[in-house]
C-alpha cells in the first residue's frame, strides 16, 4: 500500500461507519458489505469484485485494533496538508521523502533540519512499507506480501458444534507458470527506467515533502519484460485455483469469520503469503436451537406430568438421551439444565443444554379423560386463579 494511499483513503467512508465506531459495528458493517459486493452474487460484475476488494481492505485495517491505531495517528497527523516544522528547524526549503521518513533511513537532510533523524522513523517505521528494508539500505524493490483471500463455507447444525474439516476451492493471484513470474516470455525482464527498479516513484505533495507511490510503468514490479509473456501480459501474475481442506473448529457460530495465517495467495519476491478469512454460515436444525455456548430445546409435558412431577427423557445433540427430573407443580415455560451437553467452548469444555418445559394440550379426550377433569374441574371450583390478577387491577 502505498503512502498516499494509506493517508488519503477514508475507510470508514468506505465500510459506512463514523470514526467512533465500535469493533461489532464495523465486523456488522463489513459483513453486510461483503454479502452484497461477493463475487460469487456478482459474477462477470467487475466493478462489484473491485468494490468487494475495497471493502476487504478497509476490514484489514480497521478490523485489526492495531492497524486502525496507526491509521487514525498517520490520518491526524499527514491528513490535513502534510507535516510541517515549525521556527527553529533549520529554515529554507524543508523537504523529505515520507518513504525515508517512515522507513526508518537514517541521516540525511530530515536528521540535518531540526533534529529529526532517526526519531520519526523509529515511532513510525515499517507503518506504510511493512516487511521493507532495514536502515540506511535506501530505496529498492521490496517483497511484495500476498493478497488476503475471502471466503465462505456453510455448515450443518451439527458440523458447526462439533467441528468440520471442508473443501475450499480458492482463485487468487499466483506467479504467472507460464512465465516463471517474470512476466517475459524468455525469462528476461529488463530494469524499469523510470523508477530504475525500486518499483516506486517520488512526486511532489500538497505538503512540504513528497509522497510516494508504485510505478505506474512497472506496476511497482520493478522489471519490464522485453517480450510479454501472452498468458500474464507482462504482469508476471496469473490466476491460479486450487482446493484446500479446511478445519473449522468445533463451536463456530453463525457469521463468524476466521482467519487462517499464511493462507492466501502466494507472496512476489520473496514475500509472504496473504492470509485467508472464511466466513462461515449455520443451517438451522429442526430441534435445537443455539445461545451462545449452550443449546437450547424445547420439550412437550402432559398436564399430569406438569403438576404431579416425574421424569422426563430429553434428546441431546449427537449423544444419548438424558432423563431430566421434572418438580410437582412445574409451569409452562420453565427452563431447566442439563450441564456439559451443549456446544464446544474455545477452551474444550461444553456449555449446556437449555430444556424448556411446554404444557401440552390434548385436542383429543375419551370419555373416561373427560369425566376424570370433570371430577377435578368440580375439586378445584372454589379456586380462582385469576383472583390476583383482579385484585392488583384495583390496585393500579
Known amino acids: 500500500m502505498s503512502t498516499k494511499d494509506f493517508v488519503e483513503k477514508d475507510y470508514y467512508k468506505v465500510l459506512g461507519v463514523p470514526k467512533d465506531a465500535t469493533e461489532a459495528e464495523i465486523k456488522k458493517a463489513y459483513r453486510k458489505l461483503a454479502r452484497e459486493f461477493h463475487p460469487d452474487a456478482n459474477k462477470g460484475d467487475s466493478s462489484a469484485e473491485e468494490r468487494f476488494k475495497e471493502i476487504s481492505e478497509a476490514n484489514d485495517i480497521l478490523g485489526d485494533p492495531k492497524r486502525r491505531k496507526e491509521y487514525d495517528d498517520a490520518r491526524a497527523l499527514f491528513g490535513n496538508g502534510g507535516f510541517r516544522p515549525g521556527p527553529g528547524a533549520g529554515g529554507g526549503n524543508f523537504n523529505f521523502d515520507l518513504g525515508d521518513l517512515f522507513g526508518g533511513a537514517q541521516g540525511g537532510g530530515a536528521g540535518g533540519a531540526g533534529g529529526f533523524g532517526g526519531g520519526l522513523g523509529d515511532v513510525f517505521g515499517g507503518l506504510f512499507n511493512r516487511g521493507g528494508a532495514g536502515p540506511g539500505a535506501g530505496p529498492r524493490t521490496q517483497p511484495r506480501r500476498g493478497q488476503d483471500i475471502e471466503s465462505e463455507v456453510t455448515l450443518s447444525f451439527t458440523e458447526a458444534v462439533d467441528g468440520a474439516t471442508v473443501p475450499l476451492r480458492m482463485s487468487s493471484s499466483a506467479a504467472c507458470k507460464a512465465c516463471s513470474g517474470t512476466g517475459d516470455k524468455n525469462g528476461s525482464p529488463r530494469v524499469c527506467p523510470t523508477c530504475v527498479g525500486t518499483g516506486q516513484v517520488s512526486r ?47 463451536g463456530v457460530s453463525d457469521g463468524q469469520r476466521i482467519r487462517l495465517r499464511g493462507k492466501g495467495a502466494p507472496g512476489e519476491r520473496g514475500g509472504s503469503a496473504g492470509d485467508l478469512y472464511v466466513v462461515v454460515h449455520v443451517g438451522d436444525h429442526p430441534v435445537f436451537g443455539r445461545k451462545g455456548d449452550n443449546l437450547t430445546v424445547t420439550v412437550p409435558v402432559s398436564f399430569t406430568e406438569a403438576v404431579l412431577g416425574g421424569e422426563v427423557k430429553v434428546p441431546t445433540l449427537g449423544g444419548p438421551p438424558v432423563t431430566l427430573k421434572l418438580p410437582p407443580g412445574t409451569p409452562n415455560g420453565r427452563t431447566m439444565r442439563a450441564r456439559g451437553k451443549g456446544a464446544v467452548r474455545k477452551d474444550g469444555t461444553r456449555g449446556d443444554l437449555l430444556v424448556t418445559v411446554e404444557v401440552a394440550v390434548p385436542q383429543d379426550l375419551s370419555e373416561k379423560a373427560k369425566e376424570a377433569l370433570e371430577t377435578y374441574r368440580e375439586a378445584t371450583a372454589e379456586e380462582d386463579p385469576r383472583a390476583e390478577l383482579f385484585q392488583a387491577a384495583k390496585g393500579a
Open 204 to 250: 511532489g505533495g500538497s505538503g512540504s515533502f513528497s509522497l510516494t507511490d508504485p510505478c505506474v510503468d512497472c506496476k511497482g514490479r520493478g522489471l519490464i519484460a522485453q517480450d510479454p509473456c501472452e498468458v500474464c501480459k507482462g504482469s508476471g501474475r496469473a490466476r491460479s485455483s486450487r482446493t484446500m481442506q479446511v478445519r473449522i473448529p468445533a
